[in-house]
């Protein structure tokens, strides 16, 4: 008897399913079933962003720095008076302002060690603050070469918090840290106007 039960409703089962199913199937001739319909789904495609405009030097302060043969005690005014380290760069930079625009020029060919740190400054889109470099540029690029694994913190070569910021023919490699150049939005929103340009990042985080 119990077996003549299950069998039962196993056919009922059958049953039920056919005739919910009769009215969907192709040979209808029509799709009797409430479907929601698809919706439409839509997308741009990205185009590509217009060239950063030219930066127009008028009224900066520009800044020299030798990794060599530079001194943190030298104004930093004149090429042959460079500053030397990226720490001195660092507090440098924190005084920048729209009102006071700075560029900071890294002699190509020279070694820098430790962190660059772009933070805590402000600039605007027609005067942002600018890294470049200067001297032959048979001489290669700046090579910024971190703290190597003088820290135990996670870290990167260049860290970037500030709008209106252009970093230019840097070489930076350092397999200790975490990141190369980092552009980090701390406060909420997005940052604007960071160029980063003909820079060659290789060999970092890899121990």
Request: charged share 20%; with cysteine.
């Amino acid at each position: 008897m119990k077996k003549l039960s299950v069998r039962g409703l196993a056919l009922f089962a059958a049953m039920a399913a056919l005739f919910a199913f009769a009215g969907c199937g192709p040979t209808t001739g029509e799709d009797s079933c409430d479907r929601p319909e698809r919706p439409e789904i839509t997308y741009t495609v990205p185009t590509a962003s217009e060239p950063p405009a030219e930066i127009d030097y008028t009224g900066y302060t520009t800044y020299y720095f030798d990794g060599e043969g530079g001194n943190d005690s030298n104004s930093g005014l004149k090429e042959l008076a460079p500053k030397r380290t990226l720490s001195a760069l660092t507090q440098l930079a924190r005084e920048a302002s729209e009102e006071n625009p700075m560029r900071f020029l890294l002699r190509r060919g020279s070694e820098f060690s430790g962190l660059l740190q772009l933070t805590d400054y402000s600039a605007s889109e027609e005067k942002p603050l600018v890294i470049g470099a200067y001297g032959d540029e048979e001489d290669g690029m700046p090579v910024l070469t971190g703290a190597g694994n003088d820290t135990d913190t996670a870290y990167a070569v260049i860290l970037v918090t500030q709008s209106n910021t252009r970093i230019y023919d840097l070489e930076i490699t350092d397999p200790y840290a975490y990141q190369g150049i980092y552009v980090n939005t701390v406060r909420a929103g997005a940052l604007e106007n960071v160029v980063i340009e003909n820079c060659f990042v290789h060999d970092v985080n890899f121990f």
